[in-house]
């Protein structure tokens, strides 16, 4: 049975030494790289860009369009008018009344003109009229018959116009080639370019700030857990005090009052050791959230327990003019002026003459080109375009001047934010020099407090010195080491300043 306990605490204990993660300070920069949703968002934005490039390169390119629909209309379209196909349908009828008509009144004519020159006598006229009137019946026979075929020949006509367009179908592969847009697709291909820069250098921009609110959780992590290890020293100081102090009021050669003063101090220890506690705890949580981990994560950093924090590096030496490259916010507000400067030229193409090849090929039913037959057939058209704006009311100058104004005023803002990057890089510099004589100052502290709790414990025990010289040389002590300790972690974030500042954070 003891085994079975023995194996079940050796297995509890492997689970929690398998669940504590070590991070160091690369371990949680790769975490926090690979997890942060902003970053993630960012390298979204350069495949957002790398695709808007690759559309713009096809402006270059012909475009091909096909085409196609169906419509129905409620009337026809109609070559003739009306009062034309009644005339070509009544052709016959029409062309044969006015013959007989014309060549009785001509033979009435004749006949009675005859018969005033005395050439025949009345008789005579009457006796031919009659016989006219005898043969009538066969000629108004042959005149009904070309007048029938007539008709016939006008109808065919009227037919032969008819377009039959109540049903409309109509297909067509469109090609167009751009030759000259008046630079307007050169310059959407520049902004393109530029739009992957400026991705790429918000991404830069990101990545630095992730690593810099890393390094800052990071090293209060390891801050935090130094004040905890310098709360329970002072803890352990104070009870040992405390002790000490029973001990000499049970003997009689301290006071009550003397307890009741180191008392407190335990009492006061005991509650920096929890609130210290409670911030390291949410600090962990931060740092967790920055690496993406789970906020209730195990983790203990390599550097917490570190007693040499502090390398002797010099400070970078920078150029001015290598700020405006590294600086991934400079490079973004270069960025916005080039963008800004292809703008105005995608303005002022837009006023510029165009010129474009067009090509395709139609389709209709009815055909248009065969006498509106009810069959599908199409015709080749090859045709170039040119668009020469002429009057606009200056509204092409308007709009490049307004564009070449945020150019001014994007130029302005980098100017500004070089010259405020300048300062900031100085005042960087100047943070880490004061860092480090802070800390060279702290550790002299450190010692100087040291020596004096030591000095003031003997002269404890030797009966020389009272209690409140001895707890006063404890608190001097701790507010050196606490001092000593923010120090070494302010040498360290100005570190971290002066790299970000310089834009070589990575």
């Known amino acids: 049975m003891k085994k079975v306990f ?33 970053l993630r968002v960012s390298r979204l934005n350069q495949e957002v860009a790398a695709n808007i490039k690759k559309a713009a390169r096809t402006k270059y390119l012909p475009k091909v369009d096909a085409l196609g629909g169906y419509e129905f209309f409620s009337k026809e379209v109609s070559l003739l008018n009306n009062s034309q196909k009644s005339a070509l349908t009544n052709l016959g009828t029409n062309a044969v009344t006015g013959v007989g008509s014309a060549l009785s009144n001509n033979l009435n004519s004749v006949i009675t003109g005859l018969v005033q020159q005395g050439l025949l006598s009345p008789q005579a006229a009457q006796q031919l009229g009659a016989l006219l009137q005898q043969q009538s019946g066969p000629i108004t026979q042959i005149g009904s018959q070309v007048a029938q075929a007539g008709n016939q020949v006008g109808q065919s006509v009227v037919d032969a116009f008819r377009t039959d367009t109540k049903n409309i179908w109509a297909g067509a592969v469109m090609l167009r080639q751009p030759i000259f847009m008046g630079g307007a697709i050169t310059a959407m291909n520049r902004m393109a370019d530029i739009g992957m820069q400026l991705a790429s250098n918000d991404l830069d921009f990101k990545t630095q ?50 307890g009741l003063k180191v008392d407190v101090k335990v009492n006061e220890a005991d509650m920096q050791i929890t609130q210290v506690e409670d911030g390291l705890a949410l600090a962990k949580m931060l740092l967790c959230q920055l690496c993406g981990l789970p906020m209730d ?33 400079v490079r973004m507000l270069q960025n916005a002026v080039d963008m800004s400067q292809e703008a105005t030229k995608l303005v002022r193409a837009q006023y510029l003459p165009h010129v474009a090849l067009t090509g395709g090929y139609m389709i209709s039913n009815p055909n248009v080109f065969d006498g509106f037959s009810r069959h599908f057939a199409g015709v080749w058209n090859v045709g170039v375009l040119v668009q020469v704006p002429v009057w606009n009311w200056f509204e092409g100058r308007y709009k490049v001047r307004a564009s070449k104004a945020a150019t001014n005023i994007a130029l302005s803002e980098l100017q500004d934010a070089q010259e405020k990057i300048e300062l900031q890089v100085s005042q960087s510099r100047f943070k880490v020099k004061e860092a480090q004589k802070k800390y060279a100052m702290a550790s002299q502290n450190l010692l100087s407090a040291e020596e004096n709790l030591r000095c003031a414990n003997v002269g404890f025990k030797e009966g020389v010195m009272e209690i409140t010289d001895v ?30 500042a310089l834009g070589i954070l990575q």
């Not at 194996?7 to 300070?25: E, H, N, R």
């Not at 970078?316 to 700020?323: F, L, V």
């Not at 404890?474 to 120090?487: C, G, H, N, P, V």
């Open 471 to 500: 707890m006063a040389a404890q608190t001097a002590w701790q507010m050196a080491l606490s001092q000593r300790i923010d120090a070494e972690i302010d040498v360290k974030l100005t570190q971290v300043n002066l790299q970000k």
């Open 209 to 258: 700030s992730t690593l810099y609110n890393i390094d800052q959780a990071y090293w209060m992590v390891v801050s935090l857990r130094e004040k905890q290890n310098l709360a329970v020293s002072y803890r352990d100081l104070v009870k040992k005090l405390n002790d000490d102090v029973h001990k000499m009021i049970r003997e009689g050669v301290a006071t009550r009052a003397d």
């Open 6 to 38: 023995l194996a079940f605490g050796l297995w509890l204990a492997a689970s929690g030494l398998y669940a504590q993660q070590v991070l160091t300070l690369d371990s949680c920069r790769a975490l926090a790289l690979r997890n942060n949703k902003q």
């Open 297 to 329: 994560s195990n983790i203990t950093l390599a550097d917490e327990n570190n007693r040499q924090l502090i390398a002797d590096a010099a400070v970078p030496e920078y150029a001015s003019d290598s700020i405006s490259t590294a600086r991934p916010e």
